[in-house]
Nanobody, 115 residues
C-alpha cells in the first residue's frame, strides 16, 4: 500500500523552528522525487521544497535560507527543517511524491506561527 505519513507540525512562536517528517512507502520513495507543499484555505497548493532521488533540491523563494529539505534513504523518510518561522508560514503542509498532478499525498500537518 502506498503511503505518505507526515508528522511534526504544531504551534510555534515567530522566529522559532519546527521539523516536519514524511515517512514514504519504499516503492515510491525509490522512484519519485519528494516534495513539501503548503496550502491556505481556498487557495492552490504551492511548492515549498523538493528533493530528488539523487539529493538535488529546490526551494520556493519565500523559504530560501530558512528551510532545508533532506532525505534519509535508510528510513525512507524526508524531512523539512524550518527555521526563523514567520506568521506567513502558517499553512497546512503536505508531503508529496511525484509532483502536483500525482495521486501520492500525505494527509497534511498544520503549522501555525503565532505569538
Amino acid at each position: 500500500q502506498v503511503q505518505l505519513v507526515e508528522s511534526g507540525g504544531g504551534l510555534v512562536h515567530p522566529g522559532g523552528s519546527l521539523r516536519l517528517s514524511c515517512a514514504v512507502s519504499e516503492v515510491i520513495f525509490n522512484i519519485y522525487a519528494v516534495g513539501w507543499y503548503r496550502q491556505a484555505p481556498g487557495k492552490q497548493r504551492e511548492l515549498v521544497a523538493r528533493i530528488t532521488r539523487g539529493g538535488s533540491t529546490n526551494y520556493a523563494d519565500s523559504v530560501k535560507g530558512r528551510f532545508t529539505i533532506s532525505r534519509d534513504n535508510a528510513k525512507n523518510t524526508v524531512y523539512l527543517q524550518m527555521n526563523s518561522l514567520k506568521p506567513e508560514d502558517t499553512f497546512v503542509y503536505y508531503c508529496n511524491a511525484g509532483g502536483l498532478d500525482s495521486p501520492y499525498w500525505g494527509q497534511g500537518t498544520q503549522v501555525t506561527v503565532s505569538s
